[in-house]
Every structure is written in C-alpha cells, then in structure tokens.
C-alpha cells in the first residue's frame, strides 16, 4: 500500500490545481496552457477541487447509514457504540481525504493522463486525438458547490473504460473542455496565438433554445411514464429493508399487506392515484430533466444543455455526426411534435448523450436539424401494398389465434378466464387492424443526393437521416415468408448510431435500385442483368 | 456442401438425443398435465422429431450450397447464404476494417476455411463460410491490401 501524502498539509505544488487562475488561463494552442507545462521540466500534475471533499462524505452516507444505525441500536446507545459509530463517519471522511489526494490529473503533452494510486497504482493515459466529446454535468450537490463531474468520451465501449473527473470547479471545467476539444480539432486547424487568447471564450452560436412552454409536450413523449410506479416500488421496497434494519419485521409488513388486501378499494383508488399521477409526475421528470434546453454549435462541435436539477452538458463533434434520428409516438404524432437523437460514431451511451432535441413542433425540427447537422429534401418512397398485407397480417395474426385458443378453451371448459382472455385476444387483433395500417403508411425510404432516410414504427415511429458516406454495406434479407410475399428487408450498415437501419418490405425492384442509387458506385458491377431482379441470382460467383 | 452436411448431420443427433431423453424422462414421470396418450407411448415424440426434421436435414445441405456465393468485384465484395432465410451482403472493400481467417473443427477435417470479414457496424459485416482454405487465405491477403490502399476514414 502506498502512503498517501497527508492531506492536512498540501504542498505547494497542489495549489495550482485547486485554484485555476481567474480567466480560466487561456489555452495556448500546441504548447498547453501556459504555467500548466506539458513539456517535461514542469509537468505538474492536477487535482480535482477539495471542494469535492464536502461531497463524497455526503454521497457515502446513505450507505453508511443502516450499518452505523445498527451499531448503535446492537450496542444500545452507549458510549463506546458512539465511538464505534463516531469512527466510521471518521473513517468516510479520511477515505475520502486519502481518495481525493491520490487522484491526480495532468495534460501532457498530447494525452490525457489520469493517476489514481489508493492501494493498487493505475494510470489511465487518453490520447487528446482520440476524445470524441466531452459530457459537462452538475448533480445538485455539485452545483451548489459550484463542482462539476466531467465526463470524457473516447469511443471505447463504456462504463468503466470512459475517463471521468469527478468534481473539478466549475471554471476548470470550461478550460478542461476547451483544452480537450481544442486539441481533438487543433491537429487540423491550428489557431493563431492571438486569436487563442479570445479562444478562452470559444465561438459560440446558439442553434435553438427551447421555450420552457414547450416542456408541456414532455407527457406526450411517453418518457418517465412509469416514474410513479417506480417511486411506489422504491418505497415499498425501502420500507422492506429499513423495516428488517429497523426492528420491525417482516411480520408486521405481512400484517399490512394483508391489511391492504382486505380493503381492496383503497388498493383500487391508490393504483387509481398513480395511473392518474402517471402523466403529471412523468411531465414534471420530463421538465426537470429537460428544463432549458440548448443546443448551439462550438467550434466544430455540438453541444446541448439541459437539466434543471442536474444541469448537463453534452459536446459531440460534428465531423462524427452521421445523421440524426427523428423519433414520434402516437400521441406525439397527433400533436405534431417529435424528438430528435444524433448517430454518432462510437458515441457510448447515445441514448442520453445523443439526444440533439426534446419534443418540438416538426417543423423547429425539420429546421434545426437542417442547421445542426443537414437537411433531408427528398420525399419518402412508399413500399409496395404487399407490405401493407404483410403488417397487418403480423399485427392482427397472433392475437387472432390466441383468440381461437381461448375460444377452444371456453367451448371445452368455459371458465371465466378463457372468456377474458377471449375478450382481450379479440379487441388486441381489432386494434391490430388500425395498427398494421399505421405501420405501414409510415414504412418509407428515400435519397435526395447526400443523405438517404428510412421510416419505420408505429408506436414509436422513428425515421433515420444517415449521410451518404457513412453507408459502409448494404444487406438485404429474405426471410422465406418475404419470398413469397416478393419483399425484401434492406439494411443499410452504418458505422454509427444502431449500426443498421432497415427499410422493411421494399419490392425486389427497389432492393435493387436504392442502393445503386446511393452508392452507385459499389452497386453497378452486380446490376448485369437490369434492376428486374438482380438480387436473386445471376450473378456469376466462384462457388465455394 | 460436405461441412453443412455434417454440421446437419450432428444437429440432428443432437436433437434426436435430446428427444429421447425428454421422452424417457416425461414417459417415467407420472405428471397429472403429461395427456395419457403421450404417457402410453412416449416413444412418439422421438418419431415425430425425426419425422419433421428429416426433409430438411435432406433438403438443407444442397439448398445453401447452391444459394450459397461469393465475388468480388469492382472492390465491393458481395456475398449470398442462406437456407429459409437468405441474406445478401454488398461490403466494399474501402469501408472494411478487419479481415479474419477462421477455421472451425469441421471445417479443419475437410481443409476449408471461413472469412470474416467486419465493417465499422455489424449489418455491414459478413462471413463466407466454407472456402477451400488456400483460396480463403489468398483472399484475405488480398481483401488486407486493398483495404489498406482504398481506406478512407468516413467512418
């Protein structure tokens, strides 16, 4: 074990990394900051703000609670359980203190390295090319401190392999990310010195900024739906294990359990409380996660702000940006407003970092989108009515034959249960009907020169927007089902986002003529015999 | 068209196998929810199995050998396989990331060999099963180099 420098007396050498000089210490391009040293002589590693030390002891605490709660009921509250408890809260804080002082931070030269030595020594060195975005958020306790915990996204596939400074001022981390960011586009575009000095405050022009009214679509969206639910689950479930902790046990949450069973209106009026908690709780998350949002551009770089709570900010590099993901729902279809997500290249955790919009009028979509990333001018190819066949037959089919089982099931037993299950089957395969349409009316594919789109869902209708030169291959499926039905599923491979977006039941025509037209290029040696149906043979291939 | 013969082949044992055992095992029980024709004749289920499967083990080896294809062409490659379903991929050569030769136990048997070949994204990726092992050699090599010369980094 490597003992840790003592906290209590901080070197000089610490204070640099404590206190960022006021003005955030411009970065110089190449050379690093200046004073920071990324030459050799003077490297000198950084620390995260001590500020953070008022953090952590709080974070650990909830964890430390039952334990030391139970220390002192096992010992009866006597004095020695109060030393024993008094030492814990001692030793969170020293764990702590330790932590923070073996964690060291330093740009050097062109990487990122990151030293964390506790017990066990590990170096953590990024290379600044290879940093795809950096993630800016500030939890509640962070921001009333005026911390901040960084993230750094570097493509490697999540978790624990992304670098995260944990608790650095709120100035440390604007000159962090510029320093990063910087470099990443700096190799390609060298700034000027004089231009560096204003380049502290890098060029920003915001794209939209939301208005707060618009957060009255977040219920729409569907997201955070469930919030109630979980909140119920959560308690009941804390109530379990603090009741073990605290004494009461198990019998007595069996006695209320049996208690609530006997009165099952007041089970109905709570389930009935939280369905109708459903939307109101769901929009109030919807707003607290997506309060003020902002999406501007940054030096070669999108970034998007949101959170009321817990403010974040996420940088993603345009270059990376492939195209975007346009998502609606049902009800936010009727209400004319989608959600927009980026397809990024080797974007981790996408699904929260990704998002460029919150729900918002089509149209501020449309337009946005245009500005941020590019537009889409071409209108969506519809696919053949076989695929209409197909969808409502895949919507309306399986429901179709519970409903026949659970008609054997009443004509041989005639329970109660078979005919519910009759029932549901029954207006299932009827909502069937209306849906297959919907799936299909919102089946498309199309190409307007640069980017080509493809169109699927229903529930969750979501269209792709993908840049041409991001198509790395093309495959095309035929379930035997699609053979005789004389449709194709298309996927487009994409190095970014899902990997591959489909365009489900194209006619073997289109199969054929999409890809030559978007990438014409790798297509043409294979269309000898004319776009009739090039996919399903003729062409003359060693056989293996 | 031999390694998708025996590769069948032991499928099929293993699923008689197993048949048998479930069979054996459910006839032995006596389960109230096992219906008494099943309990009577527990034997059944092995003849059914092999009675569905059999076709298709016929039918399966020489259908994929004759759907199955490769070319390239133009610097994109291009591959067919399948059996029920049937799958096409176009990969060119430009956007190809790795190259991989693999050889499984079968295959080994009967001097063959498969390509993977992988793209940034996991549609655009594909494998060709089954080449003599000379050939799938020198197509890698050749797939390597010309990746190398036409890389460009769009993705």
């Given at each position: 074990m490597t003992t840790p420098?003592?906290?209590?007396?901080?070197?000089?050498?610490?204070v640099p990394g404590t206190a960022p000089a006021p003005g955030g210490a411009p970065p110089g391009h190449g050379a690093g900051p200046p004073g920071y040293?990324?030459?050799?002589p003077a490297r000198v590693p950084l620390r995260l703000s001590p500020k953070v030390l008022l953090i952590d002891p709080v974070r650990m605490l909830p964890s430390l609670l039952l334990p030391l709660l139970g220390v002192l009921f096992v010992g009866g509250f006597s004095a020695r359980s109060y030393g024993w408890a008094a030492l814990g809260v001692v030793g969170t804080v020293v764990f702590a203190v330790v932590r923070w002082a073996t964690f060291t931070y330093e740009i050097f030269g062109d990487r990122l390295e990151t030293k964390r030595s506790l017990i066990s020594r590990s170096v953590r060195t990024i290379?600044?090319?290879?940093?795809r975005g950096v993630d800016v958020s500030t939890p509640p306790l962070h921001r009333l401190l005026g911390l901040a915990v960084l993230k750094i996204d570097?493509?490697?596939?999540g978790g624990d392999e992304e670098a995260g400074l944990d608790g650095v001022t709120l100035a440390e981390a604007e000159r962090l990310k510029a320093v990063l960011l910087r470099r990443t586009d700096g190799a390609a575009r060298p700034v000027p010195g004089a231009v560096a000095a204003e380049a502290g405050r890098p060029v920003e022009r915001p794209i939209i900024r939301v208005p707060?009214?618009?957060?009255?679509?977040?219920?729409?969206?569907?997201?955070?739906?469930l919030t109630p639910f979980a909140l119920a689950g959560g308690a009941v479930g804390l109530a379990f294990q603090w009741g073990d902790d605290l004494g009461f046990g198990q019998d007595t949450a069996w006695y209320v359990g049996e208690w609530l069973w006997e009165h099952p209106y007041l089970l109905l009026a709570v389930a009935v409380l939280l369905v109708l908690a459903m939307p109101v709780l769901g929009g109030v998350m919807y707003a607290v996660f997506n309060w003020d949002f902002v999406l501007k551009r940054r030096d070669g770089y999108l970034v998007a702000e949101r959170g009321l709570i817990n403010r974040r900010s996420v940088s993603l590099e345009s270059a990376r940006v492939r195209g975007y993901e346009i998502v609606d729902g049902l009800v936010e279809r009727w209400a004319g407003v989608v959600r927009v997500w980026a397809i990024v290249?080797?974007?981790?955790?996408?699904q929260t970092r990704g998002?460029?919009?919150?729900?918002?009028p089509r149209p501020v979509a449309a337009q946005v989108t245009a500005e941020a990333v590019g537009p889409y001018r071409a209108a969506l190819r519809r696919h053949p009515p076989v695929a209409r066949n197909r969808r409502l037959f895949r919507a309306v089919f399986p429901w179709a034959v519970t409903a026949l089982a659970a008609a054997a099931g009443v004509w041989a037993s005639g329970t109660m249960l078979w005919w519910i299950l009759l029932v549901v089957s029954l207006l299932l395969a009827a909502a069937g009907i209306p849906l297959g349409l919907d799936r299909y009316a919102s089946l498309g594919h199309g190409y307007d020169g640069a980017r080509m789109a493809v169109r699927s869902g229903s529930l969750r209708r979501s269209q792709a927007v993908i840049e041409r030169?991001?198509?790395v291959g093309w495959r095309l499926r035929q379930t035997w089902f699609q053979r005789r039905a004389g449709v194709l599923t298309l996927i487009a491979g994409v190095?970014?986002?899902?990997?591959g977006y489909d365009a489900i039941d194209v006619s073997q025509a289109q199969a054929a003529t999409f890809p030559a037209e978007v990438t014409p290029e790798w297509l043409t040696p294979f269309l000898r015999p004319p776009?009739?149906?090039?996919?399903?043979g003729e062409v003359p291939g060693a056989r293996s | 068209m031999r390694l998708w013969l025996l590769e069948a082949l032991v499928a099929f044992v293993f699923l008689l196998g197993g048949s048998l055992l479930v069979s054996e095992w459910v006839g032995g029980s006596d389960w109230s929810w096992v219906p008494d024709w099943f309990a009577r004749d527990p034997w059944l289920l092995p003849v059914a199995v092999v009675v569905v499967t059999l076709p298709f083990l016929a039918a399966e080896p020489f259908v994929r050998y004759s759907v199955h294809r490769w070319e390239l062409a133009g610097d994109v490659v291009y591959a067919r396989s399948g059996f029920l379903t049937r799958e096409w991929v176009f990969v060119p050569v430009s956007r190809i990331q790795t190259v991989d030769k693999g050889q499984g136990w079968f295959e080994r048997m009967l001097g063959l060999a498969t390509l993977e070949i992988r793209t940034a994204s996991h549609a655009g990726s594909s494998a060709i099963k089954g080449l003599d092992h000379r050939v799938a050699a020198a197509l890698a090599e050749q797939l390597a180099h010309r990746a190398e010369e036409l890389r460009d980094d769009a993705t």
């Amino acid at each position: 074990m490597t003992t840790p420098r003592p906290p209590h007396d901080p070197s000089p050498e610490d204070v640099p990394g404590t206190a960022p000089a006021p003005g955030g210490a411009p970065p110089g391009h190449g050379a690093g900051p200046p004073g920071y040293g990324s030459g050799p002589p003077a490297r000198v590693p950084l620390r995260l703000s001590p500020k953070v030390l008022l953090i952590d002891p709080v974070r650990m605490l909830p964890s430390l609670l039952l334990p030391l709660l139970g220390v002192l009921f096992v010992g009866g509250f006597s004095a020695r359980s109060y030393g024993w408890a008094a030492l814990g809260v001692v030793g969170t804080v020293v764990f702590a203190v330790v932590r923070w002082a073996t964690f060291t931070y330093e740009i050097f030269g062109d990487r990122l390295e990151t030293k964390r030595s506790l017990i066990s020594r590990s170096v953590r060195t990024i290379p600044l090319e290879r940093i795809r975005g950096v993630d800016v958020s500030t939890p509640p306790l962070h921001r009333l401190l005026g911390l901040a915990v960084l993230k750094i996204d570097t493509g490697a596939s999540g978790g624990d392999e992304e670098a995260g400074l944990d608790g650095v001022t709120l100035a440390e981390a604007e000159r962090l990310k510029a320093v990063l960011l910087r470099r990443t586009d700096g190799a390609a575009r060298p700034v000027p010195g004089a231009v560096a000095a204003e380049a502290g405050r890098p060029v920003e022009r915001p794209i939209i900024r939301v208005p707060r009214r618009w957060l009255l679509y977040g219920p729409l969206s569907g997201a955070y739906l469930l919030t109630p639910f979980a909140l119920a689950g959560g308690a009941v479930g804390l109530a379990f294990q603090w009741g073990d902790d605290l004494g009461f046990g198990q019998d007595t949450a069996w006695y209320v359990g049996e208690w609530l069973w006997e009165h099952p209106y007041l089970l109905l009026a709570v389930a009935v409380l939280l369905v109708l908690a459903m939307p109101v709780l769901g929009g109030v998350m919807y707003a607290v996660f997506n309060w003020d949002f902002v999406l501007k551009r940054r030096d070669g770089y999108l970034v998007a702000e949101r959170g009321l709570i817990n403010r974040r900010s996420v940088s993603l590099e345009s270059a990376r940006v492939r195209g975007y993901e346009i998502v609606d729902g049902l009800v936010e279809r009727w209400a004319g407003v989608v959600r927009v997500w980026a397809i990024v290249t080797g974007l981790g955790d996408s699904q929260t970092r990704g998002q460029l919009l919150p729900d918002v009028p089509r149209p501020v979509a449309a337009q946005v989108t245009a500005e941020a990333v590019g537009p889409y001018r071409a209108a969506l190819r519809r696919h053949p009515p076989v695929a209409r066949n197909r969808r409502l037959f895949r919507a309306v089919f399986p429901w179709a034959v519970t409903a026949l089982a659970a008609a054997a099931g009443v004509w041989a037993s005639g329970t109660m249960l078979w005919w519910i299950l009759l029932v549901v089957s029954l207006l299932l395969a009827a909502a069937g009907i209306p849906l297959g349409l919907d799936r299909y009316a919102s089946l498309g594919h199309g190409y307007d020169g640069a980017r080509m789109a493809v169109r699927s869902g229903s529930l969750r209708r979501s269209q792709a927007v993908i840049e041409r030169r991001a198509v790395v291959g093309w495959r095309l499926r035929q379930t035997w089902f699609q053979r005789r039905a004389g449709v194709l599923t298309l996927i487009a491979g994409v190095g970014a986002g899902k990997g591959g977006y489909d365009a489900i039941d194209v006619s073997q025509a289109q199969a054929a003529t999409f890809p030559a037209e978007v990438t014409p290029e790798w297509l043409t040696p294979f269309l000898r015999p004319p776009a009739d149906n090039p996919p399903a043979g003729e062409v003359p291939g060693a056989r293996s | 068209m031999r390694l998708w013969l025996l590769e069948a082949l032991v499928a099929f044992v293993f699923l008689l196998g197993g048949s048998l055992l479930v069979s054996e095992w459910v006839g032995g029980s006596d389960w109230s929810w096992v219906p008494d024709w099943f309990a009577r004749d527990p034997w059944l289920l092995p003849v059914a199995v092999v009675v569905v499967t059999l076709p298709f083990l016929a039918a399966e080896p020489f259908v994929r050998y004759s759907v199955h294809r490769w070319e390239l062409a133009g610097d994109v490659v291009y591959a067919r396989s399948g059996f029920l379903t049937r799958e096409w991929v176009f990969v060119p050569v430009s956007r190809i990331q790795t190259v991989d030769k693999g050889q499984g136990w079968f295959e080994r048997m009967l001097g063959l060999a498969t390509l993977e070949i992988r793209t940034a994204s996991h549609a655009g990726s594909s494998a060709i099963k089954g080449l003599d092992h000379r050939v799938a050699a020198a197509l890698a090599e050749q797939l390597a180099h010309r990746a190398e010369e036409l890389r460009d980094d769009a993705t």
